[in-house]
């Protein structure tokens, strides 16, 4: 799995010559990249959330397409349309933007509902149907998607079934003070995004994202994947708990975040790391219960150490004795 390291560290690299002192957010995108994942970033303003997905994309061989989203923006804008030639006497099909490999979906809470519904069956079946013909996405297919808390004016909470397709949510946060200076004194003169060059092709990627799929998870890892996010669904401040897609989407993440630290076996820790990137958004909490400040968040870290781990064992080596709490 070095070959999975060496070239997420060049990536990693290349990256945080424009985020500054984000390494373990940066590392959380690069992981839904190589499961062929969907990505949302949700700050603030001004944080970096469009700059890092401009960096990623550049930093690949892959073509890119940004989607401002706006209230007006409509489905169509999205996923294309047919347009019917009058020399040839046929309907044309023009792709939208949406038929790339890295697409940003920048502000995607500031659509309606309906041009949020344009993306569902895009990044679950990777295709498009449009007047009953049905579009292949290319091939790796990947959404990086920002929005501003639902908070602020004019934003559309994103219903349940687009925040499920995600998956994971990363928050950037501002940055430290020594780091806030270095990022005013790196862009005096230019951006550094303007520098950002390709270290890693198309063929390259595939090949990372085929390799991530025969890392190694134990069975007793699973369980601990499925006890966490069962644990969810009965928590008692809950009102919906993660699906199926979420036991996927961390068991997924653990296995690239397991290769980008140069390991071919998934340990519980991995699982710890991503528990709340990858299940928070999916958990709806009860109104009674958000009343005081319950959040998300909170209630999967409680998960993590309420759930016992079972020990797990390296492939084909002896079972390794894991604590009995998480945490």
Do not use: W
Not at 108 to 131: F, G, H, V, Y
Not at 245 to 270: F, H, K, T
């Amino acid at each position: 799995m070095s070959s999975i390291q060496q070239v997420g560290d060049k990536v990693l690299a290349n990256v945080e010559r424009v985020i500054v002192g984000k390494h373990h957010e940066v590392r959380l995108a690069l992981v839904a990249l190589l499961c062929r994942g969907h990505l949302l970033i949700e700050d603030v303003p001004g944080t970096g959330k469009t700059v890092l997905a401009k960096a990623i994309a550049r930093s690949l061989g892959c073509t890119f397409r940004r989607i401002q989203f706006t209230p007006d923006l409509l489905p169509s804008d999205v996923t294309g349309l047919s347009i019917y030639n009058q020399k040839t006497l046929e309907f044309e099909f023009r792709p939208g933007p949406i038929m790339s490999q890295v697409v940003l979906a920048d502000e995607i809470n500031r659509a309606t509902p309906k041009t949020q519904s344009s993306l569902l069956e895009c990044m679950e079946e990777r295709q498009a149907t449009i007047d009953g013909v049905t579009h292949p996405m290319p091939d790796p297919f990947l959404v990086i998607a920002t929005q501003n808390p639902i908070e602020y004016e004019g934003t559309f909470a994103l219903p349940e079934a687009q925040l499920d397709r995600f998956m994971l949510r990363i928050r950037l946060g501002y940055p430290a003070l020594l780091d806030e200076v270095v990022i005013l004194d790196e862009q005096k003169r230019s951006h550094p995004i303007d520098d950002i060059n390709e270290v890693v092709t198309v063929d390259e990627l595939r090949e990372l994202q085929a390799g991530v799929r025969e890392i190694y998870v134990d069975p007793a890892v699973s369980d601990y994947i499925v006890r966490l996010v069962a644990s969810t669904r009965t928590h008692p401040d809950v009102y919906l708990g993660a699906s199926p897609r979420g036991s996927i989407a961390l068991y997924r993440a653990s296995q690239a975040l397991a290769g980008l630290l140069g390991r071919d076996y998934v340990i519980p820790d991995d699982v710890k790391v991503l528990a709340e990137p990858a299940l928070a958004h999916r958990v709806i909490i009860k109104t009674s219960s958000s009343i005081h400040d319950v959040s998300a968040a909170h209630v999967v870290r409680e998960l993590l150490d309420s759930t016992p781990i079972e020990a797990a064992r390296q492939a084909g080596g002896p079972r390794e004795v894991a604590p009995a709490p998480a945490g």
